[in-house]
């Protein structure tokens, strides 16, 4: 194709035709810059009315949990603490972990425990049952526990070292009273 007209209405023509395109891309951005400036004063919005709602949740909340109520409920666990520690203070027997323990660490490497049963009736008492693999440890085992001064007595039946090996055994021991 050829252009017939002249170099002056050419460059009129390139002119408008430039001024058109810029006319046109200027009305798109303004256009698009327009939406978004609309799409983003919703969300302002409508997060402006959820931080309404937030605030009015939060200033529920402080009104549930007030600060009167939070010294009130800590004054009543001090209360509490200290009735506990009064009747952790005039326990009779120490703890039953302890005697557990003492009568497990003296064991040795023939004695096979397998039940400890403890009972406050009348003395404090602890009936353990085991097994022995000679009557050698088992006397043993039954020396170590009469020598522990809080255990007062240790009852081992006589059919207890009946057997030479393979002894399966059941001892009650009775601690003596806290002083």
Known sequence: MINLLLPIDRKAVRTEYHRRLFVVGGLLTFG???????VLSSF???LSLRRGEVAEQIAGV???????DLTKAGKDIGQINSAIKIFAATA???PITDILKKIID???AGIQLTSLKFTTQGDSSVTVSGKSQTRVALLDYLE???AEPRFLKVESPVKNIIREKDIAFNLTITMAPLK
Do not use: N
Not at 32 to 38: D, E
Not at 62 to 68: L, P, R, T
């Open 62 to 68: 402080k009104q549930q949990f007030s600060v009167e």
């Open 144 to 146: 170590d526990l009469r």
């Open 32 to 38: 698009l810059a327009l939406i978004a400036l609309v």
């Open 106 to 108: 003296k064991r040795s």
């Open 92 to 94: 009779p027997h120490e």
């Open 44 to 46: 302002a919005f409508v």
